[in-house]
Structure formats: C-alpha cells, structure tokens
C-alpha cells in the first residue's frame, strides 16, 4: 500500500467517527422496559423424565446516565426485576410443569461506548453489574403440580442478596431535542446460586429426586426512553420538555 493510499484509508477512518451527531454529553434520565427470558440451572444430573425450560420475566423501571463525552457514558438505575423458570416433568400424560419465580429490587451500574452511525443514529456496548435483593415472601417455598402426579418443586432462598455480570449491545436514536430512543439486547450472568432448588417426584415424602439452582441469568430486549435535562425550560411556573 502507498503511501497516500494510506493517508487516504486514514482519513476515511477518522471521518467516520467524527460524524457530526446530536451528542451525548450531560444527563438523561427516563424509563426502560425489559421483556426477558431465563431458566434454571443444572446442580445434579437430569433424570430423563424431567427437563427445564425458559419462562418469560419482566423488568422495568427508572434507569440515569451521564455522558462523560460522545464515546463514553456512566449510567445506573432502579429497577423491579421480575425472572422466571420452569422445570417439566414428562413422566405423565399431561407434560405437567411447575413454574417458579423470584422478584425484588436491582441496582444497576456500568458504562456505555458509543459509535455514531450518522447524526441521530448511533450503537453502545453496555458493561456493568447489577445488585439484586430478592423480595420473595417466604424463605422457602413449596409448589405442587395441580394433577394426581405427585411431581413437587422446594424452592429455597439461599442468599437475599445477589449479583450478576450485564453486557449488551443496543441502537440509539436521538432527538433534536437531546431526548433519545434505545433498543437492544441485554445479558444478565448470574453469579452464584442464590435459590436452591429440590425436585421432588414422591407424594409420600420430601426427599428431593435431584437438585437444580437458579441464578437469575437472563437474555432480554431492552427498550428505554431518556430525557434530556438541559432541555427543560419554565413555562409560568411549570417545566416541560420541548
């Protein structure tokens, strides 16, 4: 490669992240929505008759972040998380299955880096972890398949207080006015096994047949719209956004 072909590479690179685009920069605050999907975990062998599938869990509320310049932001919130399993038996007529769930509160933490792909239209790639405190009643919960099957399910909260490992990737759309528009793809890594799990196939007894753990892990499509605060102005006393 020459030289000036060289130069010219160069400075198409650099003219693609200099792209004149609405900015970043300053505080936004809004809502975000996270249909999510998410399963229990493998402790012991599977018996054949028995299996796991994903169960749909929601989560939503008030999410923040600043941006620090156009290419990097600090971004939190607080969120009510909603996950869900679902363990099957097969050994009956029916496919019966028991559906479990755990809720509570998250705090999120982490970072974006962002990449314009025109003036309003950019990607982010998410990095952070979460905080989860688990708001499930009772300590330990017992759940039994509504036919004559006596498949039962022991869910056993193991810690209240939990943590996982966020990464995603998402399309940002923003506005004249500095509001913006995402959506994208969130994974949320359990780390450790909070809920203990104790499949039971025995009416008589509480012996559990095998053991499953559920961690909270999830893939979910995260949808969030966040205002821009230094687009607030006075109208007779009260504030709008333009």
């Given at each position: 490669m020459?030289?000036?072909?060289?130069?010219?590479?160069?400075?198409?690179?650099?003219?693609?992240?200099?792209i004149?685009?609405?900015?970043?920069?300053?505080?936004?605050?809004?809502?975000?929505?996270?249909?999510?999907l998410?399963?229990?975990?493998?402790?012991?062998?599977?018996?054949?008759?028995?299996?796991?599938?994903?169960?749909?869990?929601?989560?939503?509320?008030?999410?923040?972040?600043?941006?620090?310049?156009?290419?990097?932001?600090l971004?939190?919130g607080?969120?009510?998380?909603?996950?869900?399993?679902?363990?099957?038996?097969?050994?009956?007529?029916?496919?019966?299955?028991?559906?479990?769930?755990?809720?509570?509160?998250?705090?999120?933490?982490?970072?974006?880096?962002?990449?314009?792909?025109?003036?309003?239209?950019?990607?982010?790639?998410?990095?952070?972890?979460?905080?989860?405190?688990?708001?499930?009643?009772?300590?330990?919960?017992?759940?039994?398949?509504?036919?004559e099957?006596?498949?039962?399910?022991?869910?056993?909260i193991?810690?209240?207080?939990?943590?996982?490992?966020?990464?995603?990737?998402?399309?940002m759309?923003?506005?004249?006015?500095?509001?913006?528009?995402t959506?994208?793809?969130?994974?949320?890594?359990?780390?450790?096994?909070?809920?203990?799990?104790?499949?039971?196939?025995?009416?008589?007894?509480?012996?559990?047949?095998?053991?499953?753990?559920?961690?909270?892990?999830?893939?979910?499509?995260?949808?969030?719209?966040?205002?821009?605060?230094?687009?607030?102005k006075?109208?007779?006393?009260?504030?709008?956004?333009?």
């Amino acid at each position: 490669m020459t030289n000036k072909r060289a130069f010219l590479l160069l400075l198409s690179i650099i003219s693609l992240f200099s792209i004149d685009s609405y900015s970043q920069r300053g505080f936004r605050a809004g809502l975000v929505f996270t249909p999510n999907l998410s399963r229990a975990n493998l402790m012991d062998p599977l018996p054949a008759d028995f299996g796991r599938k994903n169960a749909v869990g929601l989560v939503g509320g008030l999410m923040a972040q600043y941006g620090m310049n156009e290419g990097f932001a600090l971004h939190t919130g607080f969120l009510l998380s909603s996950r869900s399993y679902t363990i099957i038996n097969y050994d009956n007529p029916y496919n019966e299955y028991i559906r479990g769930n755990m809720w509570g509160f998250e705090i999120p933490v982490g970072f974006y880096l962002r990449q314009p792909i025109n003036k309003q239209s950019s990607m982010r790639e998410l990095v952070g972890m979460s905080v989860f405190t688990n708001q499930n009643k009772d300590k330990v919960s017992f759940y039994r398949s509504e036919t004559e099957n006596p498949f039962a399910l022991e869910a056993i909260i193991d810690k209240r207080i939990s943590y996982s490992l966020n990464l995603g990737v998402e399309f940002m759309r923003t506005f004249e006015s500095g509001h913006c528009f995402t959506a994208g793809i969130i994974y949320k890594r359990g780390l450790g096994t909070p809920v203990i799990l104790n499949v039971i196939n025995d009416k008589d007894s509480r012996e559990p047949l095998f053991q499953m753990g559920y961690s909270g892990t999830y893939v979910g499509m995260n949808f969030s719209y966040l205002f821009n605060f230094k687009d607030l102005k006075p109208i007779k006393g009260e504030l709008y956004f333009d």
